[in-house]
């Protein structure tokens, strides 16, 4: 048996449409007070003598409500991104004025500071050597720090002493004052099978300011180094 056109219409029309959707925001999108209107007037104006069977409104109508539920739930999706990066953001900014290590070959030698560098010693070595560059490119300094096992690597320097795991070396700079403050390029190599390899380093840098890219993307600005990727902080000291 099937429902006729005027039948099928009181009946959604008891539903109170109008009521039910008068608060609908007016966009370019189709919403569900346009959806309802449009499939009544396709009742209302379908052919009596060869009406639409009921099977196929409910259809529309679960493939309208799936839609509308993917996008509720796309839209929650977002805002909890956005609450995300916020918060990502806000504890970036407690980082402001923390130096922290990253990747690099240049750090910036503040007065009465000192820069730390973390090194990845890949095997044991006779000799590990550190050459200190001018940010013009000329050789300042350069040093022995002996033989190193396998691992971490933590050197640390002031512009005249430099101290090694925790031991200072029996070393001064070829400056009877040491290096004035500065940016300079710290350069690690190691002899490994005989072979001369230059060692990855993780240089300190003070945190200047935290900036939030459109994309969420935060980035951090680095006294002496630029802009660096948050995700690129090996750590923070």
Known sequence: MTISAINQSSALQDLDITNKTKGDPKTGEL?????LELMITQMEN????NPAENTEFIAQLAQFSSVEALDSMNNKFDNLTQSFVANQALQASSLVGRPVAVPSEIAQLDA???VSASVDVPASTQSVSVKIYSEGGALLDQ???GPQSP?????????EKMEVNGKVLDWQSNQEAGQPPGIYRIEFEASIDGEPTALDA???ANVNSVTVGKDGQLTLNLAGIGPVKMSDVKQIN
Do not use: I
Request: glycine fraction near 18%; aromatic fraction near 8%; charge should be neutral.
């Open 31 to 35: 919403g569900q007070r346009a959806f």
């Open 46 to 49: 379908q052919d009596p003598l």
């Open 112 to 114: 009465g500071g000192l």
């Open 143 to 145: 040093a022995n720090l």
């Open 151 to 159: 691992g971490e690597m933590v050197v640390r320097w002031n512009g």
């Open 202 to 204: 993780a240089l300190s």
